[in-house]
RNA sequence: GGUACGGUGGCAGAACGGUCAUGCGUGGGCCUGCAAAGCCUAUACAAGGGGGUUCGACUCCCUCUCGUACCUCCA
């Protein structure tokens, strides 16, 4: 397939049986929200579709559990940054799960690859390309020519446009730190003295160490770029003196009601309250309904477009489920929609075109079901297909209990013959009873179908 | 100020040098005992402004303009 390469400007083509995929995962120093969710759920159906076609895909993402933030979270709860960070990953791992996020190989942590970055530094620092202050280990950017590639950006106009204040002790604004002295929780000793990894460090530490030094996607949010992958991608080449990922991926950001997620303004939404008002099939739906690398904005006019699709998709599985039309034979149209489906994830993984397929699919299907001509093998052969795009995508019908679909269908003889008795108002009772259960009755010509309905807090 | 990306119908959002997807919404209809769901059908002056290239541009080039993001907190 093909995937665009922010390093390159151009789309690269990825033919290989292997894939190692780097994904820069989130600093756990509160919720998650749902711009981690686009970016973490993006991996997964790329990691979902390259596996579907048979490559075999290795991915590694971290948690940041050494930062500022987490500290500084630790100091207002009197407590320690590794409870601050055991308590969100473990939040982050309850979200993800119910997102249908399949997990990664590894989620390696900074904290326990210690050894590793010092490592990483001291071969900097042989090189020439550390140098210690009395603040901490610095990069110096002048010894990497290619700094800026990554984001495009020039040095000299990087350093008139900076906006924080300088520290003096570094010999150029725009060199990075790699190690910070500290005494403070946490810290390590080090060649260099006491103190803390930067931010930048831990990436290059553990993604050359899971994924080897040349791998082929490494992938976060577009916020990235820079400073954290440029930094990343400056500090791994200088040391491996090999290029560094093959292919850098990067996905838009989620803005708020037209404005950009703030913690400061409130204008944020947790995964966990997302979840709870939408499920995680609308959720997925509205994460790849946009291309990946475009901004996509949360407004619940959009949520609630997601949601008719995902109910239309419903109707169309328990269509299959209970199909029973006269005529049949796979139609023609069937195989035209998949191989569209598959040439748009091929092509820098275009959800929003694969899902027009998806959904043509089920408008299809829900057609064939209108007039009579949903026959077993039509649905069958439907039914395989849409199976195996929705495992790509990650949407997943709700499982049901036996004895629960065992009731239902007792339940609807019943009230077939109160309507073939024209008893309407007892009829209408069971249909209440059977709505009750979170199911809809579908009264085509002469026989009836039933579709359980996810439950969606936010219709309500 | 610099850099990047973008401005397509009421909204969202693709592809493509010539025929302007698709979804949501909206109007009408079909089915139904009623409803729901679903289907059918209609609807939309659609391309930020101005130049240019071309037989022909939404699609390529230039320019202006507006928006968003980034410029060491950030997925």
Redesign the pocket.
């Known amino acids: 397939m093909n995937i665009f390469n922010t390093l390159s400007?151009s789309k690269k083509r990825l033919d290989v049986p292997r894939v190692r995929i780097y994904l820069?995962?989130?600093?756990v120093y509160d919720d998650s929200h749902i711009?981690?969710a686009?970016?973490i759920i993006v991996f997964d159906v790329l990691k979902r579709y390259l596996e579907s076609a048979g490559t075999s895909v290795e991915l590694v993402q971290n948690f940041t559990d050494v930062d500022d933030?987490i500290i500084k979270r630790a100091r207002a709860e009197s407590s320690s940054a590794g409870v601050i960070s055991e308590r969100y990953i473990t939040s982050y791992f309850r979200d993800f799960d119910e997102l249908h996020v399949i997990r990664a190989d590894s989620y390696p942590k900074a904290t326990e690859h210690i050894d590793d970055i010092v490592e990483f530094i001291k071969i900097l620092e042989q090189k020439g390309a550390a140098y210690s202050t009395q603040n901490g280990v610095y990069f110096a950017v002048s010894s990497f020519s290619k700094y800026g590639a990554l984001s495009?950006?020039?040095t000299d106009?990087?350093q008139s446009?900076?906006?924080?204040e300088v520290d003096d002790s570094k010999r150029d604004?725009?060199d990075?730190a790699l190690w910070k002295f500290s005494g403070d929780d946490p810290s390590w000793e080090s060649p260099w003295g006491r103190g803390r990894p930067g931010?930048h460090i831990e990436c290059s530490a553990m993604s050359t160490k899971y994924l080897g030094e040349n791998f082929e996607i490494h992938g976060?949010?577009?916020?990235?770029?820079?400073?954290?992958h440029e930094n990343e991608l400056a500090q791994t080449e200088s040391c491996t003196g090999a290029p560094f990922a093959k292919i850098w991926m990067h996905?838009g950001?989620?803005?708020i009601d037209g404005?950009?997620?703030a913690k400061s303004t409130g204008n944020v939404r947790s995964v966990r309250h997302v979840l709870d008002m939408w499920g995680p099939n609308i959720i997925r739906l509205f994460c790849i309904?946009?291309?990946y690398s475009?901004?996509?904005?949360y407004t619940e006019?959009?949520l609630?477009?997601d949601l008719?699709?995902w109910?239309?998709a419903e109707?169309c599985y328990f269509e299959l489920l209970h199909a029973r039309g006269q005529k049949d034979g796979a139609p023609d149209a069937l195989g035209e929609m998949v191989i569209s489906f598959d040439n748009a994830m091929q092509d820098d993984l275009?959800t929003?075109?694969a899902l027009?397929a998806f959904?043509?699919i089920i408008?299809m299907t829900?057609?064939m079901?209108?007039?009579g001509t949903l026959g077993r093998n039509n649905a069958d052969a439907i039914k395989t297909e849409l199976d195996r795009m929705m495992k790509i995508l990650g949407l997943v019908i709700p499982e049901m209990e036996k004895e629960e679909m065992q009731k239902i269908d007792e339940l609807i003889i019943q009230r077939e013959e109160m309507?073939k008795e024209r008893k309407?108002n007892d009829?209408?009772r069971i249909?209440d009873v059977i709505n009750g259960m979170g199911v809809?009755?579908?009264?085509?010509?002469g026989r009836t179908v039933w579709?359980k309905r996810e439950e969606i807090r936010a219709e309500n």
């Not at 475009?294 to 904005?297: F, G, L, S, V």
């Not at 809809?440 to 010509?445: A, I, K, M, N, V």
């Open positions: 400007n820069c995962g989130v600093t711009g981690h686009r970016t933030k495009k950006k020039k106009e990087l446009g900076a906006r924080v604004p725009l990075f931010w976060g949010g577009r916020d990235l770029i820079f400073p954290h996905v950001m989620v803005t404005e950009k997620m309904s946009g291309h475009k901004p996509i904005d006019d959009l609630c477009a008719a699709r109910r239309q109707t275009n929003h075109l027009s959904f043509s408008k829900n057609q079901a209108a007039d309507r309407f009829a209408d249909r809809e009755l579908l009264d085509h010509d579709v």
